[in-house]
């Protein structure tokens, strides 16, 4: 089976300009979670969804980062416009189970770099 | 607060040395603590989900252990390949899906 697919793997940008980052869950999959990890921070959790519908975006840092799940096949994180302190690796992981009580499972992950 | 502190920040060992890393909590009721390795350039890969004090869980040489403060991952005769970042997470009863992550133990094992 294939594990989540995140797309691209790598990004290189320059400040101020938009970055899309992209995520398929695991088919049959309910809930979806975008993580972001940093050497300093560590793993935080940016949004979840649970089918389809965002839940909790607490984590989201500012009006600048945006995420959309159209269907249950596929969500997008968008940052608009990038800054220098938004590079980091940006995760998404998807569970089994609704509130996911057991295991996420995490894709390889969107290396963010901006200039 | 909920909190989760692991230790040590990292670790090296021969191969074959065993050792354990200590994932300590503080949740208000646990729902699950959950362990993960991630290599360099990839994803969190999930090991195991203990769920109560007492509980032990083994997978090829990892074995996990859960009290009601922490947590221990024993590596028994440790090779090479092990060698990656060890995390730690817990949920607690005041959450149905966000889980509280550690800063990980990075463990690596010289041949």
């Known amino acids: 089976d294939a594990g989540v697919i995140q797309s691209p793997r790598h990004e290189v940008t320059e400040m101020g300009q938009e970055v899309t980052l992209r995520c398929k869950p695991i088919?049959?999959?309910?809930?979806l979670f975008w993580y972001r990890q940093t050497m300093m921070r560590g793993l935080e959790l940016l949004i979840y969804?649970?089918?389809?519908?965002?839940?909790?975006d607490s984590g989201m840092p500012e009006d600048r980062f945006s995420a959309k799940m159209p269907n249950a096949s596929f969500s997008t994180l968008k940052i608009q416009p990038s800054e220098p302190r938004d590079s980091a690796v940006y995760f998404c992981?998807?569970?089994?189970?609704?509130?996911?009580?057991?295991?996420?499972?995490f894709g390889p992950g969107t290396r963010l770099t901006v200039l | 607060e909920d909190q989760v502190t692991q230790s040590p920040e990292a670790l090296r060992l021969q191969e074959g040395e065993s050792s354990s890393l200590n994932c300590s909590y503080t949740?208000?009721?646990?729902?699950?603590l959950f362990w993960y390795r991630q290599d360099p350039g990839k994803g969190p890969e999930f090991l195991f989900t203990?769920?109560?004090?007492?509980e032990e869980k083994e997978k090829e040489r990892l074995k996990a252990t859960l009290t009601k403060k922490e947590s221990f991952l024993h590596i028994t005769a440790p090779k090479p390949e092990d060698s990656a970042t060890y995390l730690c997470?817990?949920?607690?009863?005041?959450?149905?899906?966000?889980?509280?992550w550690g800063a990980g133990t990075k463990l690596i094992i010289k041949p």
């Open positions: 992981a998807s569970s089994p189970r609704s509130y996911s009580y057991n295991e996420q499972f």
């Open positions: 997470a817990v949920r607690g009863m005041d959450s149905n899906y966000q889980l509280i």
């Open positions: 969804f649970n089918n389809n519908v965002p839940i909790d």
């Open positions: 088919s049959g999959h309910n809930s």
């Open positions: 949740v208000s009721g646990l729902r699950g």
């Open positions: 203990l769920y109560s004090a007492g």
